[in-house]
């Protein structure tokens, strides 16, 4: 697998154009099924989980031209079981189930993939989807769907918070016939994102955003245009590498109000925060940060997707802190790569990351896990004394768009090299 070599001791600097959100353009993409008009979306990040996803579209029969938006003619699509091969790579090809259902009354997708943050288990996109009407069948390594009429509206009360099955469960009542209500509703904002695509194509969700969403089902979609919200884990990842650094770093074409939580535990730490329309400036002023608690929840709660940013950051921090984990039972992988780079960290049952602050880290030979960890870890050889080797960094493109590219750009110096 090919490594960075992270050059330590910077003190990052400058202004960083944020890219459009992994988690929104996902999701957006595999709703275009939903319809057999041509769809324009624009803003969508060059990710290796994008193009995964360009592919399976592609493979289903979907005409898609990528150049700087990308276009989709989903009216071609025919295949109703796109291939393991694919589907096993990323979570997020869950979301082909319900629209190939809607539009083909069956479906059969493979289990997904994604990060190992955890079991990821899928029981609430198929209770939901049982819920409007479906049929399903778990063979051994993939999920049969059928319906024998139109899918019907219904109240569904999500048992736990899910931004996947509350994606699915929209995806599914957009075209049903009659009212679905979720309750228990994901309001992270990149629910608001899908909402808003698919009632530019003639879908009528509302209250996306808030613990209640209302779709009325209409017979069909039509076609349009949609640019995707800026990611707000990017941007809370290039806060937390000003902060980590004592420098002073400007996200621009980002989105302030989807980082509330974020911005006041970065200010916490001591950050000197300032934010406009679609710009967020962090200075440290050559400080290094104290040391803030964390807990983190679903949205509008402090994002799990900054844990491992977060455990960095209190890692160099003045004092002892704890951080709590209350999404994914497998969110710790970071730990042991930072403890080998002289961070003093615990980790307890109850799930809690106990950092007491060291004023230096070292550089070492760490490896990627996952995608969040990947950044982390690249974070975390800027700033350690040394030159630090990260590997596995396939992880990281994953979902960070031209990463080590905009790091280089406010005062990084990292390199990728390529041998075995
Ligand atoms: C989405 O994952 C994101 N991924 C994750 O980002 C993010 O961490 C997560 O939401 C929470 O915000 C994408 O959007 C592609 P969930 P998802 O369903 O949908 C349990 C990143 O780094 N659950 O909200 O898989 C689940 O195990 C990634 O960008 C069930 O029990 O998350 C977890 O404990 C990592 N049954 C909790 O719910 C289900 O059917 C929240 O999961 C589904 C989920």
Redesign the pocket.
Known sequence: MNQFCVEGNKKLNGNVIISGS??AA??ILFMSILTNHKVKISNVPKLTDIDLAIQLLKYIGAEIKHQKCILIDPKPIKLICPPQNLISKI??SIWMLAPLLTRFNQAKIFFPG??Q?????????LKGLKKLGATIRIKKNSIQAFITKRMKGTHILME??????TVTIISAAVLAEGLTVIENA?R?P?IVDIAKFLNTLGANITGAGNKKIFIKGVSKLNGGKHKVIPDR?ETGTFLVAAAISKGRVICKKTEPKHLKQVLKKLSDSGAIIKFGKNWISLDMRGKRPHSVDISTA??PGF???LLAQFTLLNSISKGKSKITET???NRFMHVPQLIKMGANITTTQEKNIICCGVPKLFSKNVFSTD??TSATLILAGCIAEGITQVHKIFHLFR?YEYFSKKLNLIGANIKRNNKK
């Open positions: 992994k988690n996902l999701p979570r997020g994604g990060c943050i955890g079991k990821r288990p899928i029981d609430l996109h736990k918070i899910s931004v996947g099955a994901a992270e990149e884990i679903a949205y994002p799990t997707d999404i994914f039972e995608l969040r979902g």
